[in-house]
């Protein structure tokens, strides 16, 4: 039975989901990392599919950009579906003097200037963190291959085009390794639902150094970032 926003069957999709913002990118991980991979929902264009990586069944689903859709997409692949581990594979924007552009940060914890971990905790604030499980895993995978990361506090922010020119300096200040949209809200849904979240992010941006990476640099930088975490879940 399909639910509001996703049409597969029911057990369609794999305990372990891979949710990239751009349903494009879910289709290219699909193809390019997943055997026998099969499109189980393209409601709305937002495809998700389910195949094998290393022989273990794994979905991958767009999640669209921002808390208020990403939330929807894994509110329904969790209760719905039983989906039981959420992985935001994705980029972010650093503000940290420490980061570079194409280095890869795990998201610790998620300060976020979004109501709704506030909404489903009684109006108090709720320290958004990841699963210690997930995030060892990638950190530990990404230590057997030599890739450094850094592992600290995102910020989710509701407004990409924010109209506080200091932000980006208020956030470094306050320890903030980068900005992205979707952290925050997935781990507030997952402790909400009791299932384990986890956001693996590419440096794509710095925003106190006006430093972008192009579109290959990006498609090189989240392919790698998306192997080496499939590797993480899949060992
Ligand atoms: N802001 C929010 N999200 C992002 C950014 C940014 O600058 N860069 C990549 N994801």
Do not use: W
């Not at 193809?31 to 290393?54: K, P």
């Not at 210690?132 to 995978?141: I, M, N």
């Not at 407004?159 to 208020?170: E, G, H, M, Q, R």
């Amino acid at each position: 039975m399909s639910t509001p926003h996703i049409d597969a069957a029911d057990g369609a999709f794999a305990p372990t989901v891979l949710f990239p913002g751009d349903p494009l990118r879910a289709q290219h991980i699909a193809q390019r990392f997943l055997t026998d991979a099969v499109q189980v929902t393209s409601a709305r264009n937002m495809f998700g599919y389910t195949g094998l990586y290393r022989g273990q069944p794994v979905s991958v689903m767009g999640s669209g950009m921002g808390i208020a859709s990403s939330s929807i997409y894994a509110t329904e692949l969790i209760r719905h579906y039983g989906v039981k581990r959420i992985v935001r594979v994705g980029t972010c924007g650093a503000v940290s003097d420490g980061l570079a552009l194409g280095d890869l940060v795990l998201a610790l914890s998620a300060s976020t200037d979004s109501n709704v971990n506030r909404l489903r905790f009684a109006g108090m604030d709720y320290a958004a963190g990841a699963s210690y499980s997930l995030l060892r895993g990638v950190a530990d995978q990404a230590e057997r291959v030599g890739v450094p990361v850094h592992v600290g506090n995102v910020f989710s922010t509701d407004l990409f085009y924010s109209p506080n020119p200091n932000i980006a300096d208020t956030l470094a200040a306050m320890g903030i390794l980068a900005v992205e949209m979707e952290a925050a809200g997935l781990y507030g849904l997952a402790a909400e639902f009791g299932a384990q979240a986890l956001a693996v992010l590419t440096v794509s941006d710095h925003l106190r150094r006006d430093a972008h990476m192009d579109v290959h640099q990006r498609q090189t930088g989240v392919d790698a970032m998306t192997e080496l975490t499939l590797d993480a879940l899949c060992a």
